[in-house]
């Protein structure tokens, strides 16, 4: 085994801007699962508002908020009906402006989700489209004479399953929607269409948010007649266009969701020259672990050196321009905890250990709601307890093609969107103190042992951990612009890199395993200094030699 000490090196390029989201660590809230104020079993705003005083201890600076715009909730708010209102089950605009003042008060930012690429087939503008084929707002979404034999115009394949295409009889048509035939796509080659958007996007800007979340971006260029869905030719001309008519000017975070970004596209998309966002949230660490057949339904086994090749590309593809988004999970992905750690044996280890890792790289931390408690994923039994349409979609259509029901569901219990989506778990009291009502969806039992509640007063709970995390983000340079250089690459069980700037440099060793693992340390790594964070006792050496116990991970400052 090549276990090479040569670092990877990357070309000298002039310095980044300072940016203040350089500084900042985001926290994501799913607000039907965060926080219910009113006992309806569903999350809402003024139930986030009550958790303010938790995420100004945690040390956040924004807080990205999944959709709550006024929706049929097909795709849980990812289908919107209208732009420039809340969906009553999260509350109103008075409530939501409130939300913005108070968490500036609380030196927290609000940024905001929002969904372009597509609507909700109940928004005004798909109900005019649908009408006739000479309605003004026709043009507005994306329509197709049959084929020759009636049917769909091309093959395109829905992401969640079955064709892309859905024949409306009124006019003989048939619509675009690359998600659910709920979510028809929007004709972003219509000028009135971004007009319209950009119009819309400063009428938030204007609420005073710190930003937007930008749902699957990459689709917004899209040529259906040639099946070319992401990265279309005009992606980042409609991108450019749309920061200099909305944000452009202003001190707001943006960040794009870009399942298709290569290290290459993403300095299109975040280039300091470009004018275009702020950066993007990449998924390369997640796809490379799923089956080519059955995708992230059936998991290949978790891959290391494969991980790190990745998160050390991208960290050398935007050093000196661009800006890395970095997350373990999300709302559509499974529980970090439980897809990279160890629940059953070393949960509070592991959960330090990868929350470490991801902190002390170059780039934004994100936090999704209840990882900064180990919240893990859902132990569902049936089909029956699932809400999340594209595993409902994907269960009928993975079982025409063969897979076993049992299969399905050990697949979506590692890989399922509901995983993420369980209410956040705030305490031992019924429901995990989510709600005084039944909740949309059942809530993980563990919820007695992992709570908010309890992680706040143990000092060395994952909570705390994640506390000090932040915090060296806000007092250490070296953790924000530090150049980063990967170790020992090939090693099957150690994630070794360093960060260095100017005389400070941090070495960040961690064991993925659930086994102790001896190292010997090349020269470069032998070095003595303050232990920024370790998850079990402090190491202020490294010598010839040292030995990582179960999911161990360590920081140390060599100060030169």
Same mark, same amino acid.
């Given at each position: 085994?090549?276990?090479?000490?040569? !670092?990877?090196?990357?070309?000298?390029? /002039?310095?980044?801007? @300072?940016? +203040?989201?350089?500084? &900042?660590?985001?926290?994501?809230? $799913?607000?039907?699962?965060?926080?219910?104020?009113?006992?309806?079993?569903?999350?809402?705003?003024?139930?986030?508002?009550?958790?303010?005083?938790?995420?100004?201890?945690?040390?956040?600076?924004?807080?990205?908020?999944?959709?709550?715009?006024?929706?049929?909730?097909?795709?849980?708010?990812?289908?919107?009906?209208?732009?420039?209102?809340?969906?009553?089950?999260?509350?109103?605009?008075?409530?939501?402006?409130?939300?913005?003042?108070?968490?500036?008060?609380?030196?927290?930012?609000?940024?905001?989700?929002?969904?372009?690429?597509?609507?909700?087939?109940?928004?005004?503008?798909?109900?005019?489209?649908?009408?006739?084929?000479?309605?003004?707002?026709?043009?507005?979404?994306?329509?197709?004479?049959?084929?020759?034999?009636?049917? !769909?115009?091309?093959?395109?394949?829905? /992401?969640?399953?079955? @064709?892309? +295409?859905?024949?409306? &009889?009124?006019?003989?048509?048939? $619509?675009?929607?690359?998600?659910?035939?709920?979510?028809?796509?929007?004709?972003?080659?219509n000028p009135a269409v971004r007009r319209e958007?950009?119009?819309?996007?400063?009428?938030?800007?204007?609420?005073?948010?710190?930003?937007?979340?930008?749902?699957?971006?990459?689709?917004?260029?899209?040529?259906?007649?040639?099946?070319?869905?992401?990265?279309?030719?005009?992606?980042?001309?409609?991108?450019?266009?749309?920061?200099?008519?909305?944000?452009?000017?202003?001190?707001?975070?943006?960040?794009?969701?870009?399942?298709?970004?290569?290290?290459?596209?993403?300095?299109?998309?975040?280039?300091?020259?470009?004018?275009?966002?702020?950066?993007?949230?990449?998924?390369?660490?997640?796809?490379?672990?799923?089956?080519?057949?059955?995708?992230?339904?059936?998991?290949?086994?978790?891959?290391?050196?494969?991980?790190?090749?990745?998160?050390?590309?991208?960290?050398?593809?935007?050093?000196?321009?661009?800006?890395?988004?970095?997350?373990?999970?999300?709302?559509?992905?499974?529980?970090?905890?439980?897809?990279?750690?160890?629940?059953?044996?070393?949960?509070?280890?592991?959960?330090?250990?990868?929350?470490?890792?991801?902190?002390?790289?170059?780039?934004?931390?994100?936090?999704?709601?209840?990882?900064?408690?180990?919240?893990?994923?859902?132990?569902?039994?049936?089909?029956?307890?699932?809400?999340?349409?594209?595993?409902?979609?994907?269960?009928?259509?993975?079982?025409?093609?063969?897979?076993?029901?049992?299969?399905?569901?050990?697949?979506?219990?590692?890989?399922?969107?509901?995983?993420?989506?369980?209410?956040?778990?705030?305490?031992?009291?019924?429901?995990?103190?989510?709600?005084?009502?039944?909740?949309?969806?059942?809530?993980?039992?563990?919820?007695?042992?992992?709570?908010?509640?309890?992680?706040?007063?143990?000092?060395?709970?994952?909570?705390?951990?994640?506390?000090?995390?932040?915090?060296?983000?806000?007092?250490?340079?070296?953790?924000?612009?530090?150049?980063?250089?990967?170790?020992?690459?090939?090693?099957?069980?150690?994630?070794?890199?360093?960060?260095?700037?100017?005389?400070?440099?941090?070495?960040?060793?961690?064991?993925?395993?659930?086994?102790?693992?001896?190292?010997?340390?090349?020269?470069?790594?032998?070095?003595?200094?303050?232990?920024?964070?370790?998850?079990?006792?402090?190491?202020?050496?490294?010598?010839?030699?040292?030995?990582?116990?179960?999911?161990e991970a360590i920081a140390i400052l060599d100060?030169?």
């Open positions: 085994m090549d276990l090479s000490a040569t !670092p990877m090196r990357h070309p000298e390029r /002039s310095p980044l801007e @300072p940016k +203040w989201w350089h500084t &900042a660590t985001i926290y994501q809230v $799913y607000p039907r699962s965060f926080c219910d104020s009113n006992g309806d079993g569903i999350g809402d705003i003024p139930g986030v508002i009550s958790k303010l005083d938790y995420l100004r201890k945690l040390g956040i600076d924004v807080i990205w908020l999944s959709p709550i715009y006024k929706s049929p909730m097909d795709d849980n708010g990812y289908d919107i009906s209208d732009y420039r209102d809340i969906a009553p089950e999260f509350g109103t605009l008075a409530d939501f402006d409130r939300l913005v003042e108070e968490a500036r008060k609380h030196g927290i930012g609000i940024m905001l989700d929002l969904v372009v690429n597509h609507t909700s087939d109940e928004h005004p503008w798909f109900q005019q489209s649908r009408e006739a084929t000479d309605n003004p707002f026709r043009d507005f979404y994306i329509w197709r004479k049959p084929a020759k034999d009636g049917g !769909p115009p091309n093959g395109l394949k829905s /992401s969640f399953g079955g @064709p892309a +295409w859905t024949l409306d &009889a009124e006019t003989g048509a048939y $619509y675009l929607h690359m998600f659910s035939r709920r979510q028809p796509d929007l004709n972003w080659e958007i950009y119009a819309m996007m400063n009428w938030w800007l204007d609420r005073g948010i710190a930003g937007f979340r930008m749902d699957v971006i990459d689709y917004i260029g899209k040529q259906p007649d040639q099946e070319l869905i992401k990265d279309g030719p005009h992606l980042h001309d409609y991108l450019q266009e749309m920061s200099a008519e909305t944000f452009g000017s202003r001190d707001i975070l943006t960040v794009g969701e870009t399942w298709s970004a290569t290290p290459g596209s993403a300095l299109l998309y975040s280039g300091r020259d470009r004018g275009e966002l702020s950066m993007v949230f990449q998924f390369e660490h997640v796809t490379q672990q799923w089956d080519e057949v059955y995708g992230k339904w059936r998991p290949k086994p978790f891959d290391l050196v494969g991980l790190k090749t990745v998160l050390g590309k991208w960290q050398l593809a935007l050093a000196k321009d661009g800006w890395n988004s970095l997350f373990w999970g999300n709302h559509d992905l499974p529980r970090a905890v439980s897809r990279y750690g160890d629940v059953s044996g070393y949960h509070v280890q592991s959960a330090k250990m990868l929350a470490t890792v991801l902190h002390l790289l170059k780039g934004t931390p994100y936090v999704y709601q209840g990882e900064e408690i180990g919240m893990t994923n859902m132990p569902f039994t049936s089909i029956e307890q699932y809400r999340d349409v594209e595993t409902l979609n994907m269960h009928r259509l993975h079982l025409d093609a063969g897979l076993s029901p049992e299969d399905f569901i050990k697949g979506a219990n590692q890989s399922g969107r509901d995983n993420a989506r369980t209410p956040m778990q705030w305490s031992a009291a019924p429901h995990g103190g989510f709600s005084t009502g039944v909740p949309w969806i059942d809530v993980n039992p563990n919820y007695a042992t992992v709570n908010a509640e309890r992680a706040m007063t143990d000092e060395q709970s994952i909570w705390n951990h994640y506390r000090k995390l932040i915090a060296l983000r806000k007092t250490h340079p070296v953790v924000v612009y530090g150049d980063y250089q990967s170790w020992l690459d090939t090693h099957p069980d150690l994630f070794v890199y360093t960060r260095t700037l100017n005389k400070d440099r941090v070495v960040v060793i961690a064991n993925f395993r659930p086994k102790a693992v001896t190292l010997t340390l090349p020269s470069e790594l032998q070095i003595e200094g303050p232990c920024l964070i370790c998850n079990y006792g402090p190491v202020q050496r490294l010598g010839d030699t040292i030995e990582l116990r179960p999911y100060q030169g």
